[in-house]
């Protein structure tokens, strides 16, 4: 069968492009059919969101050609402390901090504001002649082929490819149109987000205060920057999104103490409320799920994107090996073995935040007594937090026994 492209990616945002050049790096031609303008973000003013990028991601990025014109826009990570308290009364003596020279990997992390990432990809995008981008469009209609699957957009078109890749985000048009079923929760929470200028420096260290309501992180920015995902029970949050700026800081104030000096707003806020989704398959016959379509978590640890692009790594391997064997890229077999070096992983990870959050949002004095004492064991045990350390780091081998070689740094 001769299609229009190998592999047509539905979405966009940054797995699918991450995806794409991965792909064309390995031989393979790529459509990317975009629901929003191209430049839509890349020309933003800076908005305060941002990414928190595990070294396997950093890796990813290297490995496919977009870290050295990220490198002075980052702000690296040089520890991440967490603890437990309530608003107004600062953490409690038991916390946890991971420094980077335990890692010995450089930086524990780095953030990333996302219209400096986003316009990367879409740079490379327009540079790379193997990969067509869509922009403006979204998928509507898919029909798996005997070799190959017919895909449908929104502008009309027709387009076949022998493998289509939902990135479409947690409401994925392409896992529901494939009978794909999902499995979750709502938390009862919702994140507020925004930027938050101070006057001390942060030392590029990220802050997790764990509350009864909720977890806020403060995740260093360049300058004297932070961005805060706050998340708080839903009425609360409603109420306190209402407010005008100076209202907000009010609230913000007692929870984020007085560590850095001075703070004051220096972006909008944004709101969305926080569920887990998990797709009860990752593939379908021609199909594959990555980043959001295939699970959505909880923001507490920032592994997001982090997940998402473990799974570009794992299936881009996947891909480029069967391409390489004269297999059918779209056939069951291979995408199984997609499945099962994913799912596992990723499903683990997304219900041990969702733990996570339950164990420390509430303020149950036992639970309370329970999660300090296990910090304070954690913080003690320098091979236990060196565990803990290498697996938010992306570093940590899969059910498959190896890293992908994208989250080595080596390409495909």
């Known amino acids: 069968m001769k299609t229009d492209t190998d592999v047509l990616i539905a979405g966009g945002g940054l797995n699918g492009p991450a995806l794409a050049l991965a792909l064309a790096g390995a031989g393979l031609t790529v459509t990317v059919v975009d629901a929003q303008p191209a430049r839509a973000r890349a020309d933003a003013a800076f908005d305060g969101r941002a990414y928190a990028l595990a070294i396997a991601s950093k ?17 690296p990570m040089t520890a991440v402390k967490a603890s437990d308290g309530r608003p107004g009364e600062g953490p409690s003596p038991f916390f946890l901090d991971f420094q980077s020279a335990e890692l010995e990997e450089g930086p524990v992390g780095y953030m990333l504001e996302d219209r400096h990432l986003y316009a990367a990809f879409l740079e490379a995008m327009q540079a790379n002649p193997r990969i067509t981008h869509i922009p403006a469009t979204s998928v509507i209609a898919q029909e798996p082929l005997a070799a190959g699957i017919a895909v449908i ?20 048009g392409v896992a529901e149109r494939a009978g794909i079923t999902r499995s979750g929760w709502g938390y009862g929470q919702t994140a507020l987000v ?11 260290v990220a802050q997790q205060f764990f509350m009864p309501s909720g977890p806020l992180a403060i995740l260093p920015l360049t300058g004297n920057r932070s961005s805060i995902v706050w998340s708080e029970a839903d009425e609360a949050a409603k109420t306190i999104a209402a ?27 944004f709101m969305y409320p926080l569920n887990l989704t998990l797709a009860n398959a990752y593939t379908a016959p021609r199909i594959a799920l990555i980043g959001d379509a295939a699970h959505g978590v909880h923001p507490i640890a920032g592994q997001g994107l982090n997940l998402g692009l473990r799974d570009v790594a794992a299936l881009a391997e996947v891909l480029a090996e069967a ?78 026994g190896k890293l992908p070689r994208l989250l080595a740094g080596r390409p495909l």
């Open 59 to 75: 890796r990813l990025l290297e490995a496919v050609g977009l870290w050295s014109g990220l490198a002075d826009k980052v702000q």
């Open 153 to 172: 957009l929104s502008d009309g078109q027709t387009l076949t490819a022998r493998l289509l890749v939902g990135a479409d985000g947690r409401r994925s």
């Open 194 to 204: 925004a930027a938050i200028a101070h006057e001390r420096p942060h030392g590029g």
């Open 243 to 269: 407010l005008d700026d100076a209202a907000f800081l009010e609230v913000l104030r007692p929870r984020f103490g007085d560590f850095l000096g001075a703070i004051s707003l220096c972006g909008p806020r």
């Open 323 to 400: 391409k390489r064997r004269g297999e059918d890229i779209g056939a069951a077999d291979v995408l199984e073995r997609y499945q099962q070096w994913r799912r596992f992983d990723s499903t683990t990870l997304a219900l041990g935040m969702d733990s996570v959050n339950r164990l420390f949002s509430n303020d149950n004095p036992l639970l309370r007594a329970g999660r300090d004492l296990g910090m304070g064991v954690v913080q003690a045990i320098p091979a236990l937090r060196r565990g803990f350390m290498r697996q938010a780091a992306g570093l940590s081998a899969g059910p498959f």
